[in-house]
Every structure is written in structure tokens, then in C-alpha cells.
């Protein structure tokens, strides 16, 4: 699947739609650590969007000792 039918897809409208109904201020943890390499490009692709939008902010991103995130930390904005 490509980027823009990811984009076009039910799944990638529903991921949106879930943060944008998430409360102002509400801060959430993504636990990468849990997911396989295609999900991880997906939420990589939905939370840029999101941050592109004004719709999140990026806290932080926590790291192995490989240098891959494990944990990123957003705000609802």
C-alpha cells in the first residue's frame, strides 16, 4: 500500500478522527515497542499529518540502545 492510499483509506480516517476527539491537553503515549514495522509507518504517517495540521504536539521520543524509538509521547493541541 501506498502513502496516499494509506491516506485514503478507513483506517487512516478513523486514527485521525480518534485524536481529534481527544480533549485539548490530553497527553498520550504511542508504545512502538509493540508493533510490527508496518504499523509503526502507519502511525509515523497519521501523527505527522497531525502535527502538520495543529492538531498534536510531539513530548518526546524515547530510545533503545539501537537508537529506535520505543515510546513517543504526544499532546492534543
Do not use: W
Not at 35 to 48: D, P, R, S
Request: a positive charge; proline letters at 3%; aromatic letters at 10%.
Amino acid at each position: 500500500m501506498t502513502i496516499e492510499e494509506f491516506k485514503n483509506s478507513k483506517e487512516y480516517a478513523d486514527m485521525v478522527e480518534k485524536i481529534k476527539s481527544y480533549s485539548v491537553g490530553f497527553v498520550f503515549t504511542i508504545p512502538y515497542y509493540k508493533m510490527t514495522q508496518k504499523q509503526i509507518n502507519g502511525m509515523n504517517i497519521v501523527t505527522l499529518d497531525c502535527i502538520k495540521s495543529g492538531i498534536l504536539e510531539s513530548l518526546s521520543i524515547d530510545l533503545d540502545i539501537h537508537g529506535n524509538p520505543t515510546e513517543k509521547k504526544f499532546k492534543r493541541i
